[in-house]
């Protein structure tokens, strides 16, 4: 069974990244600095997915454990793991990266030379490239081309909401999605054979998925709370940035 180490056990985590490995027969370790959460995940070792749209489902995510982003732990997990993904925010990538690149360290220096491939899982361009610049800056020359031969950094585009909703019966795990998801990975930056994930789409040209995101989604939900904002406000209250916008 393949290995992933998932940091960022919130709802985003366990709803849409976790759950796609885990359904693919990945054997995940969650990494979170949220002690509660870590603590009952590890004990539990399984949580239900709320899956609501056009039909209702519940699944239930196994093959999971979990482990505090801020212990040694983690860093033994990476040494022996196929993949690293992420869910954690754009700004908290600066703050994993040395815990990564010294679960890199302990990889090469007990001479793992297995492919590592790292998916930064985030709402930004390249979060992937910006992630490996910040681990980088932890790791010698020689660490650095170590990295190079054995590591793939992937970038990747995500899509899926994640609404904000009361657990059921009380289960703090529990988490509700929409049953639409994308993650786009580019399978160019893939070090070893790529991994067959369900719900993982390869594509050579990452970018037109990102420019297709900005000018549908994106776009979409701009339009959506200007509208919102347009309608509730008094037309001389209305910041100048509001006004121009409806009428262009």
């Not at 979990?66 to 700004?91: E, H, P, R």
Request: hydrophobic residues 40%.
């Amino acid at each position: 069974m393949k290995k992933a180490v998932h940091f960022g056990a919130g709802n985003i985590g366990r709803g849409f990244i976790g759950k796609l490995l885990a359904d693919s027969n990945v054997a995940v370790t969650f990494a979170d600095v949220n002690a509660p959460l870590i603590d009952q995940l590890s004990h539990e070792q399984k949580y239900r997915v709320r899956v609501v749209g056009k039909d209702n489902k519940i699944d239930v995510v196994e093959h999971i454990t979990a482990v505090n982003s801020l212990s040694k732990d983690v860093i033994d997990k990476i040494t022996y793991t196929d993949m690293i993904t992420t869910a954690v925010g754009a700004n908290v990538l600066d703050r994993i990266a040395r815990t990564i690149a010294e679960g890199l360290q302990k990889r090469f220096e007990l001479g793992n030379e297995s492919p590592l491939n790292i998916i930064a899982c985030e709402n930004m361009v390249r979060g992937s490239t910006h992630l490996k610049a910040e681990v980088y800056a932890h790791l010698n020359e020689e660490e650095q081309n170590q990295a190079e031969q054995y590591v793939g950094f992937v970038d990747s585009a995500v899509d899926r909401i994640v609404p904000p909703m009361d657990a059921a019966n009380d289960d703090p795990l529990e988490v509700t999605v929409e049953s639409f998801s994308e993650w786009i990975v580019d399978d160019q930056q893939f070090k070893g054979d790529i991994p067959s994930i369900a719900g993982m789409e390869r594509t050579s040209n990452l970018m037109a998925y990102v420019e297709r995101k900005l000018f549908t989604l994106n776009t979409g939900h701009c339009i959506t709370l200007t509208s919102v904002v347009w309608r509730g406000i008094a037309p001389f209250e209305r910041p100048l940035a509001i006004q121009s916008s409806v009428w262009m």
